[in-house]
């Protein structure tokens, strides 16, 4: 079946935003029929402070989209806002069709305002909980929402039947214009502001001043078992999660079943999604579900906690409702322990399909450091690097120029390992070790298994990085504190029911291992899902030739693809 909605951005008076999509099913056999929705702009104050904002559809976060697995979905997106826009859709593969994948100046140019674009894409193997946001700027700070892919018809989830389920997606919020703040913030050659709340479902909830009636809660029944979907759209923070009083069991990430478990909280990575099961079964009250950040270095962090309630059906909103206990913000060893529960399903029916046999190893080392900028207030300003390389973003789709041959736009020369070998976590090193800057892909051949361990340094600082591959899922095979050791480490790996995700956190000096197999031609990006470090040049994209068969390579450019 095809699903097809309209998606409009624009600029609205409101101090928290929504973004919003429509989906209407329609008969796949049939001509696709075009439909168009009325959009009421209002002026409304959720905190403090009123701000023009960037939504889509007037509203913040946006509706959810709802498809099958096996359906085909039409997106139209007109841009009325005042910045260039571009969506991506967080974790659906795109088999053959980076067009639609959505990161501006990689698979796509971005839509301009005033113009439009059609993103067309098949539901293809994946079922469960993924997200859309803006993919250009600081934009999805306000520009995100969720994906439900509910399973084929006739096929039941390996969990017990939920009575309902609820949507809960976890933000950040800046008083001041994010884009306008971080332009300041590059002329010092400094990092912007820390964002001002955390929110869920777009609202922070009764801890934060001016917000008691901006509240996100749900209504549950004694005895009844609900689905969460959980999505971390922070742009820097990851965060523990908790409901007071309740225990959740975890079934899903980033739309892959797991191994259940039960934990009285969780950790998620901001690009990450957790679906869990909650039991309505504790004594009738109002109980908090909070979040706030986990830091276990000693960076400036915003820990305020959002805040929304869990409230059982009959009980007043006058009753104080009991306050989670989340671990502290430096909870090191619950956030180790809880990644290592994590575990693939690996049954038949979603079997575990992590490649044995290694064709490429990859190593690449993640570096925060300084540069000389002379235009800079400062005289310094904050970079990052993949094996000591700052990504400089092109002018044009990587993709188009890869798939029309148009020379000079990129590099297909990104090293395998880092230019120098060095004690990477040991003590702090404040040079770049020669960082340099450029358009630097990684070449990679049709269907052959890929082995990259992503190693954080202590160039500046050493800090956790949730780093995010497009165009794949890919297996955590495994982890470690300190340097990645080749001959001791592998040995260690798990190869039978390793977690799959398309989103993954590198510790805290320490490392992650993961494997896939480039089964998807294109070019695809891969950064840092912390705003901050990807707008410093975290981040780089693998080229992924085309196969011989008929079905392995690029599909041909869409006719309203967005012109640079």
Sequence with gaps: MARQCTFYSGSILLFLGFIGFVFLPIDA???????????????????????????????????????????RVLVNVTNYAQYNM?????????????????????????????NSYTYDFNVTGQRGTLWWHAHIFWLRATVYGAIVIMPKEGT??????????????????????????????????????????????????????????????????????????????????????????????????????????????????????????????????????????????PIPVDNKTATAILQYKGIPNTVTPILPQLPPP?????????????????????????????DRHLFYTIGLGQNPCPSCLNGTQLTASLNNITFVMPRIGLLQAHYFNIKGVFRADFPDRPPAVFNYTGAPLTANLGTSSGTRLSRVAFNKSIELVLQDTNLLTVESHPFHLHGYNFFVVGRGIGNFDPAKDPAMFNLVDPPERNTIGVPTGGWTAIRFRADNPGVWFMHCHLELHTSWGLKMAFVVEDGKGPNQSVLPPPKDLPPC
């Design 29 to 71: 056999e049939a001509a696709v029929k075009k439909y168009q929705f009325d959009i009421q702009v209002k002026n409304v104050s959720r905190l403090c402070h009123a701000k023009p904002i960037v939504t889509v559809n007037g509203m913040f976060p946006g509706p959810t989209i709802y498809a099958r697995e096996g359906d």
């Design 86 to 114: 571009s969506i991506h859709w967080h974790g659906l593969k795109q088999f053959r069709n980076g067009w639609a994948d959505g990161p501006a100046y990689i698979t796509q140019c971005p839509i301009k305002s005033g």
């Design 330 to 358: 430096n909870d090191t060893e619950f956030a180790s322990s809880y990644n290592d529960k994590l575990r693939s399903l690996n049954t038949p029916t979603f079997p575990a399909n992590v490649p044995i046999k290694v």
């Design 156 to 297: 039941p989830f390996p969990f017990p039947q939920p009575y309902s389920e609820v949507n809960l997606l976890l933000g950040e919020w800046w008083n001041t214009d994010v884009e306008e703040a971080v332009k300041q913030a590059n002329k010092l050659g400094m990092p912007p502001a820390m964002s001002d709340a955390h929110t869920i479902n777009g609202k922070p909830g009764p801890l934060f001043p001016c917000s008691e009636k901006h509240t996100f809660a749900m209504e549950v029944e004694w005895g009844k078992t609900y689905l969460l979907r959980i999505i971390n759209a922070a742009l820097n923070d990851e965060l523990f999660f908790a409901i007071a009083g309740h225990n959740m069991t975890i079934v899903e990430i980033d739309a892959v079943y797991t191994k259940p478990f039960t934990t009285q909280a969780l950790l998620i990575a901001p690009g990450q999604t957790t679906n869990v099961l909650v039991r309505a079964d504790r004594t009738p009250a109002r109980y908090f579900m909070g979040a706030r950040p986990f830091m276990d270095v």
